[in-house]
Each structure stands twice: as C-alpha cells, then as structure tokens.
C-alpha cells in the first residue's frame, strides 16, 4: 500500500537555524498537510496546501513557517529561525480530492529537537 | 469552533478482555469522524471513519466505533484486546468547508495491555 514518507525522522538543530522537513505524499494525492504534536499534547494542525498554494492555516503558522511543493513529489516546511517551542513532532498528511470523507494518510513523522 | 475530548488520558486492560473508548465532538454541523493509532515511534494509521449512513462502522484491526449523534460521541470498542493493541489513540473531527479539510484531534487515550 502506498505511504507518505517523511525525512528525516530525527532532526536536531540549534535555536536560531533554519530546518527543512521533507515529506514525499502519496504519489495521486492532490491534498498536502503538516500537523505538529508537542511532547504530551494534542496533534495540532498547521497548515494545508492544495494546487501550489496554502488553503488554509493555523494561527500556529506565522512568518517563520512556510511550505513548498518544488517538483512533483516532494512537499516541504521550512522553519527560518528556530526556538526551543518548535521541538515537537511533526506529521506530514495527504489525501486524494475535496471533501473531509476522504481520510488523510499519514506519515510516520519527524522529530524535532531545537537545542 | 469544533473541539474533540477523550476524557481517558491512560487506560489498563487485560489481554483478551473488552475494550471502549471514548470520545465526545462539539460541531455545528454533520460530524466526519475518525479514529487513528499511533504505535510507539509510528506515525498515525487509520482505523476507521464515520461520515454517514449506519452508526455502527467497522475498522481495521477488529475495531468498531459508534456514533451517537444524541450524545455527540464516537466510541471506539474492541471486544477481545491484543498486546499488540497497547497504542495511543486519537479520536478526530473533520470539517467540512471546502477549504482546507482540517483535521481536529482529541487529546488521545494512551491503552496499556496486561499480559
């Protein structure tokens, strides 16, 4: 069955430094998402992307966030300066078409470690 | 706004013997519902979903799940539970805007299994 795929599975990185996480989604899915889950809390909801562009956001999501689609299989977030709240664990989501019937798969995510 | 409570943060339960879990949604409108699974050091898998039609909806795994729109609840039961069912489990909502399809996540119930 096919999968999402998220690299790395463990990134650590000093406050202040730019991260990339990588996320290769399922290969006919047209819907994109990245969610976050602090150690001990909710799975939180960032941001979707659909046909090259955000649909929608959190208030999680400010100016250091952004998302990329830069070929045809991979789908990036990129974290510009990092702080010591943005280690978590982070999933990456895809789904086929519109509708929420139609359920969102999941990666196996990458976690986070800002020092 | 839609909000997901499990109100089980931990739940023990012998090998072999039943196993319910619980979840209560606030939403204005028709509920998509979902149950996913998250295995130590995994990522989220999905057990099953509720979007319409018969109440009672069977998943993967042997699970089943309830939905009673009067109680505004989505129970996830088990009948026979087996140590590899020892998870966290998260209850979610999606919406059913056009948009983004978000995904709300309860705070999960984490199910410890005695042997």
């Known amino acids: 069955e096919p999968e999402v795929t998220q690299t790395p599975s463990h990134q650590v990185t000093q406050m202040g430094q730019e991260v990339i996480l990588r996320c290769v989604p399922i290969?006919?899915?047209?819907?994109f998402y990245w969610y976050r889950q602090i150690l001990g809390q909710k799975v939180e909801f960032l941001v979707s992307?659909?046909?090259?562009?955000?649909?929608?956001k959190s208030e999680i999501f400010d100016d250091q966030f952004s998302v990329e689609r830069p070929d045809g299989s991979n789908f990036t977030l990129k974290i510009r300066s990092t702080k010591l709240e943005d280690s978590a664990m982070y999933f990456c989501?895809?789904?086929?078409?519109?509708?929420?019937?139609?359920?969102?798969?999941f990666g196996d995510g990458t976690r986070l470690s800002i020092l | 706004a839609q909000s997901v409570t499990q109100p089980d943060i931990h739940i023990t339960v012998s090998e072999g013997a039943s196993l319910e879990l619980r979840c209560n949604y606030s939403?204005?409108?028709?509920?998509?519902l979902f149950w996913y699974v998250q295995s130590p050091g995994q990522g989220l898998q999905l057990l099953l979903k509720?979007?319409?039609?018969?109440?009672l909806v069977q998943g993967i795994k042997g699970f089943e799940a309830e939905f009673k729109r009067s109680q505004s609840s989505f129970n996830l039961r088990k009948p026979s539970v087996h140590w590899s069912d020892a998870a966290e489990y998260f209850c979610?909502?999606?919406?059913?805007?056009?948009?983004?399809?978000?995904?709300?996540f309860g705070g999960g119930t984490r199910v410890l299994v005695k042997p």
């Open positions: 989501a895809s789904k086929p078409g519109q509708g929420p019937n139609q359920p969102q798969h």
């Open positions: 290969s006919n899915h047209l819907y």
């Open positions: 992307f659909y046909n090259n562009e955000i649909s929608e």
């Open positions: 939403y204005g409108a028709t509920p998509y």
């Open positions: 509720y979007f319409s039609g018969d109440t």
């Open positions: 979610a909502v999606g919406l059913g805007s056009a948009a983004g399809n978000k995904l709300t």
